[in-house]
């Protein structure tokens, strides 16, 4: 047990927020050993309404210290103690399965593998992942097994590439000889899901200590040795990026690099690409296609989620640029995530252990929880270091790398994160759009066909700076929020939703975080404080009392007033000083959603075109 002051400290760094408590205590923890306690499923996963960090971490020790199930299995049988043998899997006579995020640290500096980055809050490992600072989405490919399950319901196409059975067996060949010469290699298991009900067991055999520290933040980590004994994967990702498919064009590739995921076999390989995120969004599109294949089906979502005081749970859809990430995390509420959900039949819940945020333009006033959460064992990939008083200090602003700079982090960097990581059925779901035509209001509330026409939209708005070339506006419709991991057609996730909504009685609203008072250059950015009071009087409920104005293009209803709103705002074609100008834009917009869902016509359970704007 921590001495009494230590208890002090830690209750009062987590009660208030403090930081500057929680590094005193760091330092004394560092110089003073006390055992580590198990932690009990039990203490972990109270009742759902629960909203505090647990009890646990304030009276015991430091978060990062509780997981502690870390090994290293030696000797020539060492892939056959951990399982990977059945992989074919045998060379590697050194084995670092789960390690604890100090030991990670260690290896990282030992092997070399990156640069300690002198953070505001403490330092913290930085990684440069080559020329691949994103997703590779051209190389992502899908086997296509003729005849199985997943061949019959998965959405193929451009996102969904299929390959051959006989492609894979050569490629997972290749990646399991490369690991055959190496004498040792780090694994980790975990899982994905909060909810035991659904939760997969995930494995990941890598090359690197950063490669596990990244999924060591992102995925759920198993919280005794007994997890572990005898650990049956559902899934396994062998992540072999240092080398590359010289035969690509023979295999009828686009490049050497190679993403390749088997559902029947429950196996991938990634070839040539470091970037940490294909190993966490190739897991979420595998949550895509399972969660709705099961009796009853589930519904996977691409959203943030937070919690309130009363157990009032609410979802935030949005692509990037919308405020997701942001309006999410509330001082009044706690997060549960920011990412990956599911929504089953005992309500909501975080697929992920940790948070992937991005970090241009980072600062402590624009995005404190971000900002703060960088400290020890976070891990920050191409985020550019410049030289201070001798040490390597992160620039968030220096994009020259990429604009996709990015940092992980485990989800009780947060504080007041919501420790069981699953509340009930969702009161309301928020559509994020940033519309930088200046035409959709700053909140309007919608019916549940609405809501799925919007959802299957998923629309917000590229402007200049965001992309090469872009001088105006131009929409990006991004079905489900989230086109990108959808391995079933948008279609089936519309249907899940809307019977979700139905038996659940939430309200569905579209929040504008994007332009007012004309179109982007001319108009202006909504402010935060005008998008957060939207958020505000849904989530406390005086939206309700509000009177409703139909929109007569849009369909949707849109409040004449809210407190803390300038009433003209939320009608925004009093904003416009020229009001055919706005007339005209929005008749534009309208347009280019109607071509945009010509795509769903006569597709799914329900039509659902006669429920967006009618020109």
């Known amino acids: 047990m921590l001495a009494s002051s ?40 109270t009742n759902f309404n629960y909203r505090y960090k647990s009890t646990v971490a304030v009276e015991t020790t430091l978060p990062r210290d509780e997981y502690n199930v870390s090994s290293t299995i030696t000797g020539a049988d060492a892939c056959t103690q951990v399982g990977i043998d059945d992989l074919g899997i045998t060379n590697p006579t050194t084995i670092y399965r789960n390690l604890t995020f100090q030991e990670l640290f260690d290896h990282e500096n030992k092997n070399g593998e990156g640069k300690v980055a002198n953070a505001e809050y403490g330092d913290t490992f930085a990684v440069d992942t080559g020329k691949f600072t994103g997703r590779s989405p051209k190389d992502k490919w899908i086997v296509k097994n003729i005849g199985s399950e997943s061949d019959q319901n998965m959405w193929w196409g451009d996102i969904n590439q299929p390959t051959t059975p006989e492609v894979y067996k050569e490629l997972y060949d290749k990646a399991v000889a490369h690991f055959n010469t190496l004498d040792k290699c780090y694994v980790f298991d975990g899982y994905c899901g909060a909810n035991p009900k659904s939760q997969k067991k995930v494995r990941f055999v890598h090359e690197m200590a950063w490669s596990q520290h990244f999924v060591s933040n992102m995925f759920i980590r198993p919280e005794s040795h007994d997890q572990l004994e005898g650990f049956e994967p559902d899934f396994t990702v062998i992540n072999a990026c240092s080398q590359v498919d010289e035969e690509w064009e023979r295999h009828n590739l686009n490049s050497d690099v190679a993403v390749v995921f088997n559902v029947e076999e429950k196996k991938a390989v990634i070839f040539g690409t470091y970037y940490g995120g294909e190993n966490k969004k190739g897991i979420f599109s595998l949550m895509n296609y399972w969660l709705p294949m099961q009796d009853p089906p589930q519904f996977p979502m691409h959203c943030s989620a937070n919690v309130g005081k009363d157990g009032d749970s609410a979802l935030f859809f949005g692509l990037s640029g919308t405020g997701k990430t942001t309006l999410s995390a509330d001082p009044h509420r706690a997060l549960i995530g920011d990412d990956e959900h599911g929504w089953d039949e005992d309500g909501i819940f975080n697929f992920e252990g940790g948070c992937y945020a991005k970090t241009i333009n980072l600062s402590e006033k624009t995005e404190p929880d971000i900002y703060r959460a960088i400290h020890k064992d976070a891990l920050l990939e191409n985020v550019m270091l410049v030289e201070k008083d001798g040490k390597l200090v992160p620039d968030y602003f220096d994009v020259s790398k990429t604009e996709n700079g990015r940092v992980s982090y485990p989800i009780f960097h947060i504080d007041g994160y919501h420790k069981p990581q699953m509340a009930g059925h969702p009161n309301n779901i928020i559509f994020l759009s940033c519309d930088a035509f200046g035409v959709l209001p700053p909140v309007a509330k919608l019916s549940s066909e609405q809501a799925m026409y919007h959802f299957l939209s998923g629309y917000t708005a590229k402007v200049a700076g965001t992309e090469r070339g872009i001088t105006e506006p131009v929409p ?31 309200t569905a609203w579209l ?54 709103i300038d009433p003209l705002v939320l009608h925004p074609r009093n904003t416009w000083e020229n009001q055919d100008e706005f007339d005209a834009t929005a008749k534009k917009l309208a347009g280019m959603y109607i071509k945009n869902f010509e795509k769903y016509a006569d597709q799914g359970s329900v039509d659902y075109t006669q429920f967006g704007p009618q020109l």
Do not use: Q
């Open 6 to 45: 230590g208890r002090i400290l830690l209750r009062t760094a987590t009660g208030v927020g403090g930081r500057t408590a929680l590094r005193a205590l760091a330092a004394r923890a560092a110089t003073t050993p006390f055992p580590s306690p198990k932690v009990s499923s039990e203490t972990v996963r």
């Open 476 to 506: 990006n419709f991004s079905p489900c929020f989230g086109a990108a991991f959808l391995t079933l057609h948008p279609t089936r996730y519309a249907d899940l939703l809307k019977d979700k909504l139905e038996k659940h009685n939430s």
């Open 511 to 564: 929040v504008n975080s994007g332009w007012s008072g004309g179109s982007y250059p001319h108009g202006d950015r909504m402010s935060i404080k005008t998008t957060r009071s939207c958020i505000d009087a849904i989530l406390d409920g005086s939206v309700n009392e509000a009177t409703w104005t139909k929109d007569d293009l849009f369909g949707f209803e849109v409040p004449d007033a809210l407190p803390g």
